[in-house]
């Protein structure tokens, strides 16, 4: 187990503040190199860390070389880890995901959400119970670290609200924690309870990440991501939570600790900017945007040309169509 518990404001000084100032504000199409200054470019990395949904799959569907281009990065000696906001499922679950798309991939090499939050609550030695909105992944990734939750599954609104705040509604006093990922079943009673109990200032409030929506792969069906759940509670309660995932500081620090990278030798792989760009952004790590996601090279372009700073540390170093884009400049 490794520690997770630094500052956050020393981890964010580490990567974040000199890297923001330092923005390169020209974003190169990796396809348009040439294989020189391919073979130039990836000569400088050691380590690949990857986005999962929208850089490698959609759902359950491979994106065409995706599985190729990581297995010539390690035959090229590279070490490639996955890092995803999914909450969902837990390190070994995604593993099994990885094994049947035709990933490599060990337990080592992930570091997921719903994993981390479980480490978060473990190194501050957290004893109490948590009221989880959210899956299973969460769950069982907490109780393997020996802490107590429930809430996952549907709780939907048997008559009106009346009711269940009369009748039905009691607080666990043993309650310490929410914690809120993507839940299918998000309802109005799970909004309630999670609010009712960090009513009490002393109950954490944690987030596994707030991606506003998911990659569609099916037409053109907008996927709320846990970012829209984690608003209704945020609104409700009044308060903003800690937040595990990309791009937090905390997993800057996860990354730091568990990975031991050399920022200037490491590249960030990505669909979305607000998350995986803006991560790799406030590491100093190269950044690579595939279009097969979530945002587009419009998107870029409007933040290049934009005064906010914020703003322009969503841009990318490169980007590139798909992944998979990459296969012929590497062999």
């Not at 030695?125 to 670290?145: A, M, N, P, Q």
């Amino acid at each position: 187990m490794f520690t997770l518990i630094s500052s956050l404001s020393k981890s964010f000084s580490y990567c974040g503040e000199n890297a923001l100032r330092s923005i390169r504000m020209s974003i190169k199409n990796l396809a348009s190199l040439s294989r020189d200054e391919v073979k130039n470019l990836f000569s400088s990395i050691d380590t690949i860390l990857t986005d999962c949904d929208g850089v490698l799959w959609l759902h359950m569907k491979i994106l065409p070389g995706a599985p190729d281009v990581l297995n010539k990065f390690r035959e090229m000696g590279k070490r490639v880890f996955y890092i995803t906001n999914n909450n969902v499922i837990t390190r070994e679950e995604f593993c099994v995901k990885c094994d049947k798309l035709g990933f490599t991939s060990t337990k080592d090499d992930v570091l997921t959400t719903s994993y981390l939050t479980a480490c978060y609550l473990h190194d501050i030695g957290f004893k109490k119970k948590v009221y989880v909105v959210g899956t299973s992944g969460i769950s069982r990734e907490l109780s393997r670290l020996g802490i107590r939750s429930f809430g996952v599954g549907p709780d939907p609104l048997i008559s009106d609200v009346a009711t269940l705040v009369m009748k039905d509604f009691k607080l666990d006093p043993d309650v310490g924690a929410v914690i809120v990922g993507f839940d299918e079943y998000i309802s109005y009673p799970k909004i309630l309870k999670a609010a009712s109990y960090l009513n009490h200032p002393d109950c954490l409030f944690i987030a596994t990440n707030t991606d506003e929506r998911g990659p569609s792969f099916i037409n053109d069906c907008v996927i709320p991501g846990t970012g829209s759940m984690v608003a209704a509670i945020e609104t409700c309660a009044g308060r903003k939570p800690f937040l595990i995932g990309k791009p937090s500081t905390y997993i800057i620090d996860a990354i730091r600790k568990r990975y031991n990278v050399d920022p200037e030798r490491t590249l960030m792989i990505g669909d979305r900017c607000n998350t995986d760009i803006l991560l790799g952004t406030r590491c100093g790590f190269k950044t690579l945007l595939v279009l097969s996601g979530v945002n587009t090279l419009d998107d870029v372009m409007n933040w290049k040309q934009s005064d906010n700073e914020e703003d322009r540390g969503l841009v990318p170093d490169y980007y590139i169509g798909k992944l998979g884009d990459l296969l012929p400049l590497l062999t």
